[in-house]
């Protein structure tokens, strides 16, 4: 038997139906709206044949969605604009209507909106049930809430660059010939650049993404290590915002073939903020990012970067010796360079000389020397650091230890008085070793040279306003991040969300460390190639707490939950243990 296909009405038959027009006025209104492009039910609000409230009525019947009048009484009960972030609640016109077993009813007005509907799931964390509702009724009803104001940090970037540039000059700087920069101030494009940068900064973001695609510009922010999605762009704006961005970076506009670095400085909030931007060519139009380096951000303080008293205690003991290498390790956005500048500005005193080779300089620091990488100069790693080594510094800052070369000089500056920090990209502290070994270092050599190295990972901290008790904590993740049901004692916590942190559940991020001190039988087991298996047992041994075993501290402090230290207990529980991490 052929399966049957619903067939959907159409909405202008419905109408007409249900008497809410007339067929004239629908056969003008499907005119206009051939003609400019806009939807029939926007035509036929427009030209006054009808309300939204119709409109939406027909909608949710086409749709088979429930409608809601909003006219008051019963419309109104159970409405709860508390239940979402209010910059959601403004910017898209919504209304939550209770959360139940993971999924929230929701009042909107558009039911062809679906990629809302995709971005609200994320930021609510819960599965949307959505009800329609007249949008001017739905905007009333917010407005009344809430006010009608919205703070500059909320206001939807794409409404903001339509509103300020309302004339015909719109068209002409989007299309081709936009003023991207010598225009002044007010240049519409110029104003949403400085808004989209401003916000994120005020917001906390760490990177801004734009990323082109088919048929939009997608903005993203980065916070707290994870990306949220702030705004779609018209794509019909992407031209004009990317070399925007590229003119403030100080790189090629026309260039777009190939990817390009440059730097943005500017001021917030009478902060001097520093903008790192990469632009790399992609199939839709030039992907950029803008990497936020904030000057506060490497002098926040050891204790604060998540350390346990004891590791606290070994790390100060460690970055104090005169000689020796120290190597810090984990992947890209571990936090690797804010431990090692931490440690520097530490160490900054005018009894030590301390010279560093990065590639690139992110942070400016006085009183030590900092060298940046230049290729196409042939000032390269190793040309920087034999000359540093001839500037008799007591304290070298490697920014990447990558090839033999490289870790050959680091090493005979250990071995020649030299207090040596780098960083190396493992997967723990043990693999640090073999990987040396495996560029082609002697044995002998790394065993010797090396005093201790320390692996890290990034956890996002819960909100303390609104973190609460775990009443059911998961007993998977119990066993996962090695918790037992005696050790709870009301102690687990559980993300929640609130206004604070736009409803996330968490604010900031800690780390969590590995610290391996090289004993005398990790040195002789490093010198006989043995295993990273082996020599992380060893060194489990020696005392050194893994990163899940520091997880499991930062649990039972309140500081995190066991969802955001089981990212990383799953990998080290998937990795047999007579397998090399590496």
Known sequence: MARRTRVRRKLGEMLIEAEAVTEEQLETALKLSKGSGKRLGECLIESGACGDVEIARSLAEQFGMEFNAMAGGDDLDGIDLEAAPKDVVRKHLVAPCGLSNGRMKLLVHDPLDLELLDLLRFRLKAEIDPVLAPRSALKAFIDERLGSGTS????????????????????????????????????????????????????????????????????????????HVRDNLPKRMQQAVLARLKLMAGVNIAEKRVPQDGRIKMEVDGDQIDFRVSACP????????????????????????????????????????????????????????????SALDLLNRPDRKIITAEDPVEYSFAGINQCQ???????????????????????????EIRDREVADI?????????????TLHTNDAPSAITRLVDMGVKPYLAASSIQAIMA????????????????????????????????????????????????????GRKAIFEMLQMTTELREMAFARATVADMRQSAIRAGMRTLLQDGKVKILNGVTTMEEISRFAQAEVLVPANIDSE
Not at 307 to 324: A, C, Q, V, W
Not at 379 to 389: K, T, V, W
């Open 152 to 227: 500059v940090a909320t206001q939807s970037l794409v409404t903001e660059s339509i509103d300020v540039s309302v004339d015909t000059s719109v068209d002409r700087s989007v299309d081709a010939s936009v003023d991207i920069g010598g225009g002044g101030e007010d240049s519409p494009i110029v104003k949403l650049t400085t808004k989209l940068i401003m916000e994120a900064v005020r917001g906390r973001a760490s990177d801004i993404h734009v990323e082109p695609m088919a048929d939009r510009v997608v903005l993203r922010y980065r916070i707290d290590g994870v990306c």
């Open 282 to 341: 992609a199939y839709h139009g030039e992907s950029i990012v803008l990497r936020i380096l904030r000057p506060d951000s490497v002098r926040i303080g050891l204790p604060n970067l998540g350390f346990e008293p004891d590791h606290l205690d070994h790390f100060n003991k460690i970055i104090r010796r005169p000689t020796g290498i120290f190597l810090v390790t984990g992947p890209t956005g571990s936090g690797k360079t804010t431990t090692l500048y």
């Open 373 to 399: 990488v230049n290729e196409s100069i042939g000032l390269s790693f190793p040309a920087i650091l034999r000359s540093m080594l001839r500037q008799a510094p007591n304290v070298v800052l490697i920014g």
């Open 410 to 422: 680091a090493i005979q500056a250990a071995l020649t008085g030299h207090l040596v920090f780098s």
């Open 456 to 507: 890290q990972r990034l956890i996002r901290v819960l909100c303390p306003k609104c973190a609460e008790p775990d009443p059911n904590p998961d007993s998977r993740l119990m066993q996962l991040v090695d918790i037992d049901s005696s050790e709870n004692d009301g102690r687990i916590l559980r993300a929640v969300g609130c206004g604070a942190c736009n409803g996330l559940g968490y604010k």
